[in-house]
């Protein structure tokens, strides 16, 4: 059973800049969810795809975007990079949704610093 | 808007101690409670699951208790090993509302 990763591990940018953070899922999982986390905070939900949709969305304003693909893997995009924007990217995937109360598996996350 | 909150930032025990970590929800009545470990650098991991009609969870040395009425979730480490210490994270409700997370330290 392979489990999710994410690339890149680590992604320096400049603010105002884009960029697209990839992940792939576990295999047997149709659902991938995106959080940020702030150093010493929890994760933030961000937004989640089932089935190539947008099934649910978190208090991030819409330069952040997502995909899902056929394959279940995923991309999270943010546009106008802030400075804020700087945390630890975590992806994980799921069976069914999280309204099932399926537990979520996580990649290691892509740390991504804005300067 | 919901929230979920976590006793403490830090806990330090002593190896063999039972850890207690707390996490209190407010605003809403999530059907489940889930538990996570994250170590430093690490994605967080799947430790436990309760439904609001279970009043107790047990898995291995672990303990997880859902009082709907106090809106609290109790979460027991026995015997508890340094390799115990990570940070704790609560998590309820769709979408995953996470906790702050408890940092605990177990002290040889």
């Known amino acids: 059973e392979t489990g999710v990763t994410q690339s890149p591990t680590h992604l320096i940018k400049t603010r105002g800049q884009q960029v697209t953070l990839r992940c792939s899922s576990q295999?047997?999982?149709?659902?991938v969810s995106w959080y940020q986390q702030a150093l010493g905070q929890g994760p933030q939900f961000i937004f989640q795809?089932?089935?190539?949709?947008e099934n649910g969305r978190g208090n991030f304003p819409p330069r952040f975007s997502g995909l899902q693909f056929p394959n279940y893997s995923s991309e999270l995009n943010v546009n106008a990079l802030e400075l804020d924007d700087s945390a630890l990217y975590l992806c994980?995937?799921?069976?069914w949704g999280t309204g099932w109360g399926s537990p979520l598996h996580f990649g290691n996350g892509t740390r991504l610093t804005v300067t | 808007s919901q929230k979920i909150e976590q006793n403490s930032e830090a806990l330090n025990i002593q190896e063999g101690k039972t850890a207690t970590l707390t996490c209190n929800y407010t605003?809403?009545?999530?059907?489940?409670l889930q538990w996570y470990r994250q170590d430093p650098g690490r994605g967080p991991v799947f430790l436990l699951l309760?439904?609001?009609?279970?009043k107790e969870k047990r898995k291995e040395r672990l303990k997880v208790t859902f009082d709907t009425t106090l809106k609290q979730s109790l979460f027991h480490i026995t015997a508890s090993q340094p390799a115990d210490s990570a940070t704790y994270l609560c998590?309820?409700?769709?979408?995953?509302?996470f906790g702050p997370g408890t940092r605990l330290s177990v002290l040889p």
């Open positions: 605003n809403y009545s999530p059907a489940y």
């Open positions: 309760i439904r609001e009609n279970e």
């Open positions: 295999s047997g999982h149709n659902t």
């Open positions: 998590a309820a409700g769709q979408n995953f509302v």
């Open positions: 994980a995937s799921s069976l």
């Open positions: 795809y089932y089935r190539e949709e």
